[in-house]
């Protein structure tokens, strides 16, 4: 894609997008886009939407609202439908699938349907919750851990957690999913927000009294290294947890000191690589899905932040990345670029396993999508 004015970028970044979108859903039988391959744009997929489905019918719903297409609407019905038998899942991860894959239909199509499935996920989710420990637990099938069950926690979902239960509260009037919320997130941050801001992926805790038992990065260069997802995921976690649960200043300031460190160590390109830690940077993998969650977290933290000057640097740094994500990953990248349009490369699944390393990753291009949307001015930041 040549590079053009800021303005003019985005809305050609969405339509490439929206072609992409389009694509997958004509071509999907079953399942959900997982990962993909970024010459062909043929897709892996999940049968029952592992821990990502609700990324892609989150971008439905995104579209839907953009364009007012009744395709995209009823494509985001299908989906949203397959998700239903989720709803029992021993998974915190279950929270990415209902908040993105079910209460956005509601939040931006007011989709009754949407609004009843995703209260099935919420009040799954809090189901899993320990009084004693004051946190949700990963349980046993949370995909993609390694250290999984009652006593384990993770960075990853505390966003999509606050998310979820946050609109139940406010769907149904039980303040019982916000209180679940809150003390969840409020327990990650003991968990994994080190002193100097930067986010470490993991922890053991003691179920009976919340106490941490071990730090770690399970997905990451090393136990003690900083995951680029994980300093992502923290960055959001505590922008949707301030969005979601005002008055709480400490999500404010755990996001807000995630963001310093992230801009901090962020390549000059502003696109991150795999994990900070690597010492083989910069000849190792970049993560541009990592760097689309943390966009999208930089503009709502620019719409959160008291200070007006530095809700302005959030939201020129949110458009920066954006910028250098489109320009150099969103497909097609150049005249030459005969790939299929809309995909975003270089998505780093997982290098520990060898697992799709340099490919479209369906998080990531939710993520791109939700920001180039809040720089169109199609969507507010803190909508979602």
């Known amino acids: 894609m040549a590079k053009q004015s800021p303005e003019v970028s985005w809305q050609s970044a969405v339509g490439c997008m929206l072609r992409r979108i389009e694509t997958t859903a004509t071509s999907l039988g079953t399942g959900f886009p997982h990962y993909g391959d970024p010459d062909t744009g043929s897709w892996t997929t999940s049968p029952a939407g592992d821990w990502t489905g609700g990324h892609w019918v989150g971008e439905l719903w995104l579209a839907s609202a953009d364009t007012a297409e009744p395709r995209y609407r009823e494509w985001a019905a299908r989906w949203c439908a397959a998700l239903r038998p989720r709803a029992s899942s021993n998974t915190i991860f279950r929270s990415f699938l209902f908040y993105y894959g079910a209460a956005l239909g509601d939040i931006l199509g007011n989709d009754p349907h949407a609004q009843a499935i995703g209260l099935e996920g919420a009040r ?173 977290a930089l503009l709502k933290l620019a719409a959160l932040a008291p200070d007006r000057a530095r809700g302005q640097r959030y939201r020129q740094a949110g458009k920066d990345i954006v910028q250098a994500l489109v320009v150099g990953y969103l497909t097609p990248t150049g005249a030459e670029d005969r790939r299929p349009s809309g995909i975003l490369t270089q998505g780093c699944y997982n290098p520990r396993i060898g697992l799709a390393t340099r490919n479209e990753l369906i998080w990531g291009d939710y993520y791109l999508l939700e920001a180039l949307q809040v720089l169109t001015g199609k969507l507010q930041p803190l909508t979602v």
Request: aromatic content about 10%; glycine content about 10%.
């Open 124 to 296: 799954g989710l809090a189901a899993m919750y320990n009084e004693r420990a004051g946190v949700l637990p990963l349980g046993g099938e949370a995909e993609e851990a390694s250290d999984v069950g009652d006593g384990e926690a993770s960075i990853d979902a505390v966003g999509s957690v606050c998310g979820l239960l946050a609109w139940a509260s406010e769907a149904t009037g039980d303040e019982s999913f916000r209180r679940i919320a809150r003390e969840h997130a409020l327990r990650h941050i003991d968990f994994c927000v080190r002193e100097d801001g930067s986010v470490g992926q993991s922890a053991t805790f003691d179920r009976e009294t919340g106490a941490v038992l071990r730090r770690y990065t399970h997905k990451g260069y090393s136990e003690r290294s900083t995951w680029g997802r994980a300093q992502a995921w923290g960055m959001l976690a505590y922008t949707l947890a301030a969005r979601w649960i005002p008055g709480e200043r400490a999500f404010l300031e755990a996001a807000e000191r995630a963001a310093e460190w992230w801009l901090n160590h962020a390549p000059d390109d502003r696109v991150a690589y795999w994990d900070f830690d690597d010492p083989a940077i910069p000849n190792t993998f970049r993560d541009t899905s990592a760097t689309a969650i943390a966009a999208a």
